[in-house]
């Protein structure tokens, strides 16, 4: 169980449209969704757990947890969910809120603690998850990521001018990495077509 006491947020807002527009929260693999994996993911590795999602199909309100709706309109991407994240954990009272996407369920199972331990040591305002499957190169997931929650406001400012990209608007702050490697399959492999689902019930099978 999780001993750092950090909160998190599922970003669940996307609009699916390489899987026809359908809410890949729901979509299956065996007899769990997507959603239910990364709940469960998560809420060994953080103590408060909510879910940023645009929808207001009822099936999210059936976990029983903070349902977020985007603080800004229009589909903004990522940013807004994550915006959405920092106000939500600055209102409840923390400085800082990790961030882990709906479509990646295969996230390590120790992603808070170290991207924790990485803010703590080189006093970074951002902390991302990256990754180096199969000998690759590093791979920035920038969805995934811990926040220092005063920065609310100029994200904000940011996202109002017309910023959408995570990276574009980090490169302002002061930021690290934590690269984690899995030897069968990218740690943050993330589902957006229907192909993708058939490779994850493979490694599922090989695992």
Avoid at 26 to 32: E, S, W
Avoid at 63 to 91: C, E, N, R, S
Avoid at 116 to 138: G, L
Wanted: with cysteine; aromatic share 10%; net charge positive.
């Amino acid at each position: 169980m999780c001993d750092i006491n950090l909160p998190s947020v599922i970003l669940a807002g996307g609009r699916s449209q390489r899987m026809k527009r359908k809410d890949k929260s729901f979509l299956k693999v065996g007899n769990k969704t997507l959603l239910d994996m990364t709940i469960e993911r998560l809420q060994s590795q953080s103590h408060r757990v909510a879910i940023n999602t645009n929808s207001y199909s009822l099936k999210y309100k059936r976990y029983g947890l903070p349902i977020l709706h985007d603080q800004v309109g229009g589909f903004y991407g990522p940013l807004a969910g994550i915006l959405t994240a920092m106000k939500w954990a600055g209102d409840i009272g923390y400085e800082k809120v990790v961030t882990v996407a709906v479509d990646t369920p295969l996230f390590p199972l120790n992603l808070v603690n170290e991207l924790y331990q990485k803010m703590e040591v080189s006093n970074s305002d951002i902390v991302f998850a990256a990754s180096s499957a199969y000998q690759k190169k590093k791979i920035l997931h920038p969805v995934f990521g811990l926040w220092k929650t005063y920065l609310h406001d100029d994200l904000r400012k940011e996202l109002e001018r017309g910023v959408r990209k995570v990276t574009l608007w980090s490169e302002k702050h002061k930021t690290s990495s934590v690269c984690f490697a899995n030897d069968l399959i990218d740690p943050f492999f993330n589902i957006n077509t229907p192909e993708d689902i058939k490779l994850f019930k493979e490694y599922l099978i090989k695992k």
